[in-house]
């Protein structure tokens, strides 16, 4: 699992609240990436990061921020949680010598 | 951005069978990648291939760069092969930023 956790697994929140999800990594890996993933939609990429405060925008990066200000840690913030924020949430690093990306467990937020 | 499709979508067959799953993208890339994802959530990477053929078991991944589409091939299948399978590529071409998915193919093999 390349040493990868994430917190909280579960969370329930309302409409307008902020949230900060959280993705740890042990093994000192640059890259690091958080993807949503929807029913019909699949998985998103929604920020990267490619090293201690080098962040950049995926795909659907509106109404999210981040921030990584040690390399183990990479954390997804939603400013203010809407309905359309529900889904399940994956971060992912980039490691090894064919560069695999691996994924950790998840975190499943309901935004009510 | 890439684009990457996957067919088919839904897939059933019978334990035993030869199983192909497709996948074509948009965007000329270094390489492709296959992951697998069991009811309960877990995204595991099976195969990233940027060229010819690899083999894993009893997955075979292949690409072919020229003609953008890769197959990843299940032979003689098995009921814990029941899985969402999904392609994905680099995000748009370079690969350091993220990549991005086809909707994967709900495979169900039934005893």
């Known amino acids: 699992d390349a040493g990868i956790t994430q917190s909280p697994r579960h969370k329930v929140t309302e409409t307008g609240t902020p949230v900060t999800l959280r993705c740890h990594q042990t093994e000192n890996h640059r890259y690091m990436y958080w993807y949503r993933q929807d029913p019909g939609h699949g998985l998103r990429l929604i920020h990267y990061?490619?090293?201690?405060?080098?962040?950049d925008k995926g795909e659907v990066s509106d109404g999210y921020s981040v921030s990584r200000s040690k390399t183990e840690d990479f954390l997804l913030t939603l400013e203010s949680a809407t309905s359309s924020q529900t889904s399940v949430y994956f971060c992912?690093?980039?490691?090894?010598?064919?560069?695999?990306?691996?994924f950790g467990p998840g975190t499943r937020l309901l935004v009510l | 951005k890439n684009e990457v499709e996957q067919s088919p979508q839904n897939l059933t067959a019978q334990e035993g069978e030869f199983i192909t799953i497709n996948c074509s993208y948009s965007?000329?890339?270094?390489?492709l990648h296959w992951l697998q994802q069991h009811p309960g959530g877990g995204i595991v990477s099976l195969f990233m291939l940027s060229s010819g053929k690899k083999k894993h078991g009893r997955l075979i991944a292949t690409i072919n760069i020229q003609e953008k589409h890769s197959s990843l091939h299940i032979t003689a299948s098995h009921p814990r092969d029941s899985a969402v399978y999904i392609c994905a590529g680099p995000y748009s071409g370079g690969g350091a930023d993220g990549l991005t998915f086809g909707k994967g193919t709900h495979l169900i093999i039934q005893p």
């Open positions: 965007v000329g890339i270094s390489a």
């Open positions: 992912a690093i980039r490691a090894g010598a064919q560069e695999t990306q691996y």
């Open positions: 990061s490619y090293g201690v405060k080098d962040t």
